[in-house]
């Protein structure tokens, strides 16, 4: 395995140019003192598509592959406040594609976040019941099945949540590649830090490092309940990886880096602000100027200062912390805000 043909297995593959690269790997110079590591943060919030984020990446390849197949339609699905849908619809907008989003929700009473800003694309939208903080088997099943159906009223290319399918991938192994072409050729980290969702962006690290000979740790800090996860997903992250790396046909079943799912840090549930994450944004505002959401990357950044003020990362280590996005999220974390501002 090498970084060259990591570089070669990219470069063969369809893809759209939709975002802005590299994205910018900036050190953290405030917070490193203060904490004793050296901290690195790569801004994906600056992809170039809509407001920012993870998905940038993934559609390049996801798109490229809807348009190579004949498709004009694209169907996907998300909650309310999914980052996914809201950047899968711009991408769609910039292609001169239709885009269709099954949304995990009732209809609401007021729109605002990333829903109002699919409602400003003209976006179709369709609502099905489901609470993904605390998600009921039968209205997943209802979900499911209403996505089945608009999927067959549309003949659409299908995108699951996240985008976390085989294709997809190759977002986040570029990513890895881009990285180490910032590094010197080198993934120069002690450990990696991205907020989990649906888990294609961190496989999509874990699958481009194993491609690449790199053996970085890899911790994936989950944005949702341990039960919400087990209920709505039907792998872990290890299970991902074996399966992605076989439906693209890589022989790296044996070369994973290490990969841990961190829980502990959404109790209050997806899309829930919580004490802690709104602690990491305002430290990170604060001290070096950069803002964090409250729904995804607060709260890994509060699962990365807490294992590193723990020791579990040792003092002298190189961080890199990936900030996939949400900030058009922000204004949910306004209620969390206590005390006198000045």
């Known amino acids: 395995m090498s970084l060259e043909q990591l570089r070669q297995l990219i470069a063969d593959r369809p893809r759209v140019r939709l975002g802005e690269w590299p994205t910018p790997l900036v050190k953290l110079d405030r917070l490193s003192q203060q904490l004793g590591v050296e901290l690195f943060m790569k801004r994906d919030e600056l992809s170039g598509i809509a407001l920012g984020g993870n998905k940038t990446r993934k559609m390049e390849f996801v798109l490229a592959d809807a348009i190579a197949k004949g498709y004009r339609d694209v169907l996907t699905e998300g909650p309310r406040t999914s980052n996914h849908t809201m950047m899968t619809a711009m991408a769609c907008l910039r292609l001169g594609l239709r885009c269709h989003c099954v949304v995990a929700s009732e ?42 159906r608009v999927q067959a009223e549309t003949s659409a290319y299908s995108i699951p949540a996240g985008g976390t399918m085989p294709v997809a991938e190759f977002g986040y192994m570029n990513a890895v590649l881009e990285i180490a072409e910032q590094c010197d050729g080198d993934l120069p980290f002690d450990a990696v830090f991205i907020a989990y969702g649906t888990g294609g962006t961190s496989t999509g690290i874990v699958l481009g490092q194993a491609v690449a000979g790199f053996r ?12 919400a996860f087990e209920t709505l997903r039907d792998r872990d992250l290890a299970g991902l990886y074996e399966h992605m790396a076989t439906e693209l046909q890589l022989d790296i079943r044996h070369e994973r880096p290490a990969v841990e799912e961190v829980f502990g840090y959404a109790e209050t549930g997806y899309a829930v602000p919580t004490a802690g994450g709104d602690a990491a944004i305002k430290l990170l505002a604060s001290t070096e100027g950069y803002f ?39 204004p949910v974390g306004h209620y969390a805000w206590a005390g006198t501002v000045r």
């Open 216 to 227: 970085v740790p890899v911790y994936a800090v989950a944005v949702g309940t341990r039960q």
């Open 107 to 148: 209809p609401p009473d007021f729109y605002e976040g990333n829903i109002l800003l699919l409602r400003y694309m003209g976006v179709s939208l369709t609502f099905s019941p489901l609470d993904i903080a605390n998600p009921d088997p039968a209205d997943n099943a209802r979900f499911r099945a209403t996505v089945e």
């Open 292 to 330: 964090l959401d409250p729904v995804y990357t607060a709260k890994a950044f509060d699962a990365m200062l807490d294992m590193i003020r723990a020791g579990k990362i040792a003092p002298g280590s190189r961080v890199l912390f990936m900030h996939t996005g949400g900030l058009s999220m922000l």
